[in-house]
């Protein structure tokens, strides 16, 4: 059987007030310290569009190749939860923000996506916690209002591996945007994945179910495994999959069945009477396409093109080190050669920021300007590469510069030959054994005796000269 997967995902966008009131989004605030008539659902009380969403929402849909709609229409989506205070719901239905676009993840497949529009979130029911938890929930409205796009992919992904790496991509896209934080522990990014089976081949769909609010890549490919597997056995057996939404487990791996799946029948959609429709000029658009950042994927071949590097060390950059991307070409700019630049920021500058728990490469003690100054010295072999990693280390917890390092506590390569002879010549004497082997054709410990006079003279000797003289003084033994 084949897997048939489509994604709903939601991202908060990142505006400082709620989408239709001037509430404010932080997250941690005292519960229910964020709320007003509006996003309480009090009778009254009407609802103003936030630009910024709307902003944020076509910023999106550009960059998922969307066609954004001249005009849009907001909806009420009628359902009953203790934590949606009006008893629906104002998203879009019919009429959405953009349709038709696509996003391929690197090495997956091109996935299309049906659509975009923008909503506002409900409240939380909190359900633990509380002495009285046991027989009452309470509710925080802190959330309810804050503004959300829905990107819903057509059913494109055929693998759990491959929807997790849809959604890696789409997260990263929105981050680099500024669109969203992405931050999926508090519920900024959260991921809907319906999944069904066929027979291999078949045009048909098979009857699906949806695995509800899961917020990770690793536990959205978990899910989608354990269901791909359950709905095979439930077929295998000659039962019927059932249309339903569950819920995934983390801590057993598994799906448990929360309710059945609702059809877009049963929310009773109709127009928002309170908002006019969203008309979006062409202009406006253009603009914002005008201002787009550069995207993960182009940012990485030019990375490659412009600067020589590896699609390897290219990916790294941009995507695996946070800010990693903009400190390399702050420290190129600064002077540094771009290899020397990028094994700096992978080595010593990647170690350290998880030594000290710091998660951006903007948080370094050390700056690109810094670090150019250090690699440059290092590329020129006034520091041994030892000596160099050495230098880090005392710029990072002193925040002097590498030179002044270099020159106050005596670091400079010694590439003096009269100033090396005596260290070699007394490295050679304490190795007979080792020089009679290399007399004898064995090169390799060549390498060890360099190693004996890099260590007598703390890192500071030029190999390249040291491996000259004891080469030399092989032949005179």
């Known amino acids: ?36 008539p509006v996003c309480a659902g009090l009778p009254g009380a009407l609802p103003v569009l936030n630009r910024r ?24 989506k009628n359902y009953f939860y203790p934590d949606l205070p009006k008893g629906y719901q104002i998203s879009q239905y019919d009429r959405p923000l953009a349709t038709r676009g696509w996003l391929q993840a690197a090495g997956g497949p091109r996935v299309g996506i049906t659509r975009v529009h923008l909503e506002e979130d409900a409240g939380k029911s909190l359900h633990h916690g509380f002495p009285d938890s046991d ?13 959300l796009i829905e990107i819903v992919t057509e059913p494109d992904l055929r ?19 500024g669109v969203s934080d992405g931050n999926m522990e508090e519920g900024s990014l959260r991921c809907d994945a319906n999944v069904s089976l066929r027979p291999a081949g078949s045009a048909g769909l098979g009857t699906k179910a949806e695995v509800k609010n899961v917020n990770s890549f690793k536990f959205l490919q978990k899910a989608l495994e354990f269901e791909i597997v359950r709905q095979n056995k439930v077929i295998a ?39 006019p429709v969203l008309v979006v000029e062409p202009a406006w658009v253009e603009a914002i396409r005008g201002r787009l950042p550069e995207l993960p994927d182009a940012r990485q071949a030019r990375f490659v093109d412009a600067y020589g590097l590896s699609a390897y060390d290219a990916e790294v950059l941009v995507r695996l080190i946070p800010g990693g991307a903009d400190f390399f070409e702050g420290t190129v700019r600064a002077g540094a050669a771009p290899k020397s630049a990028s094994n700096w920021i992978q080595g010593e500058l990647r170690r350290q920021l998880k030594a000290d728990n710091l998660e951006d490469a903007s948080a370094s003690r050390v700056q690109p300007a810094a670090l150019a100054a250090l690699a440059g010295i290092t590329d020129r072999g006034e520091v041994s590469s030892s000596v160099a990693k050495e230098v880090f280390g005392k710029m990072w917890t002193s925040g002097r510069s590498a030179a002044d390092i270099v020159r106050d506590d005596g670091l400079a390569q010694i590439g003096d030959e009269a100033a090396l002879s005596a260290v070699v010549s007394r490295v ?25 006079v890099m260590k007598a003279s703390e890192g500071r000797a030029n190999p390249k000269v040291v491996s000259d003289l004891i080469r030399r003084g092989i032949e005179r033994v």
């Open 1 to 36: 059987m084949e897997a048939v997967i489509g994604l709903e995902i939601h991202a908060q966008l990142l505006t400082a007030t709620k989408i239709f009131c001037g509430c404010r989004t932080a997250y941690g605030a005292a519960p229910n310290t964020a709320i007003c």
């Open 53 to 76: 969403a709307v902003e944020l929402g076509v910023m999106a849909a550009l960059a998922l190749h969307c066609e954004v709609q001249p005009s849009s229409v907001f909806a009420r």
């Open 135 to 147: 027989r009452a929930t309470y509710l925080d409205f802190n959330r309810s209002g804050v503004p």
């Open 159 to 177: 693998s759990a591996a491959d929807a997790a790496a849809f959604f890696a991509e789409l997260r990263e896209i929105l981050v680099t945007l």
């Open 237 to 275: 057996s000659g039962g019927a999959v059932r249309q339903e939404t569950r819920l995934f487990d983390s801590s057993t791996g598994e799906t448990q069945s929360m309710r059945s799946k609702e059809e877009a029948h049963d929310y009773r959609y109709f127009p928002e009477p309170d908002l």
């Open 428 to 452: 050679l004497a304490a190795n007979p054994d080792a020089v009679a082997q290399a007399r004898e054709g064995k090169t390799n410990v060549v390498g060890f005796l360099v190693g004996q």
